[in-house]
T-cell receptor
Framework: QQQVKQSPQSLIVQKGGISIINCAYE??????FPWYQQFPGKGPALLIA?????SEKKEGRFTISFNKSAKQFSLHIMDSQPGDSATYFC??????????FGKGTSLLVTP | GAGVSQSPSNKVTEKGKDVELRCDPI?????LYWYRQSLGQGLEFLIY????????KSGLPSDRFSAERTGGSVSTLTIQRTQQEDSAVYLC????????????FGQGTRLTVV
């Protein structure tokens, strides 16, 4: 059973626009929610992460919004750039054990 | 090394053969993870090591899959009697303690079973 569901599967955004990727999780005990960015031929790299005691975390153009009651979290990329074109994965874990990943969102930012 | 190193980067093997995939984690990282990435399927957890022990082997898909870690460092994932459905990218990650600290992934080994 997929414990983290991610949408959309693919996304096309114009340069300068806002990219929004959503995730929903099942296990209310999850305590760590990272987002990873992956370029073709590379391993995923940590982009930003949040814990459930905060509702929002911002790092530069990247923001995670977290809704504990709805068991949802999302990634917002402001002022999207062509260099942001990549696959994005949300994930969740419990007490430092294995990350449960969503299936990924392929983002294309057009010039 | 500066990052997580995996070898080989690509492996083509015949169905039924055994393969070994190697992961060199970042020095000092006690936690090590193996994941499998199939096209369109995200990242599937295989096994987790803390030091040399594997407290969580729940993701290994069958008894053809095994892994070990020696000296708290290098890990080897072995797939016996490979099948075509084993074709995927196998990713290794390490973190200083456990997965709720930053985990660093290697570039993966692309395994193709023909």
């Amino acid at each position: 059973q997929q414990q983290v569901k991610q949408s959309p599967q693919s996304l096309i955004v114009q340069k300068g626009g806002i990219s929004i990727i959503n995730c929903a999780y099942e296990n209310t005990a999850f305590d760590y929610f990272p987002w990873y960015q992956q370029f073709p031929g590379k391993g995923p790299a940590l982009l930003i992460a949040i814990r459930p005691d905060v509702s929002e975390k911002k790092e530069g153009r990247f923001t995670i919004s977290f809704n504990k009651s709805a068991k949802q979290f999302s990634l917002h990329i402001m002022d999207s750039q062509p260099g942001d074109s990549a696959t994005y994965f949300c994930a969740a874990s419990l007490q430092g054990y294995a990350l449960n990943f969503g299936k990924g969102t392929s983002l294309l930012v057009t010039p | 090394g500066a990052g997580v190193s995996q070898s080989p980067s690509n492996k083509v093997t015949e169905k039924g053969k055994d393969v070994e995939l190697r992961c060199d984690p970042i020095s000092g990282h006690t936690a090590l993870y193996w994941y499998r990435q199939s096209l369109g399927q995200g990242l599937e957890f295989l096994i987790y090591f803390q030091g040399n022990s594997a407290p969580d082997k729940s993701g290994l898909p069958s008894d053809r899959f095994s892994a070990e870690r020696t000296g708290g460092s290098v890990s080897t994932l072995t797939i016996q009697r490979t099948q075509q459905e084993d074709s995927a990218v196998y990713l290794c990650a390490s973190s200083l303690k456990a997965m709720n600290t930053e985990a660093f992934f290697g570039q993966g080994t692309r395994l193709t079973v023909v």
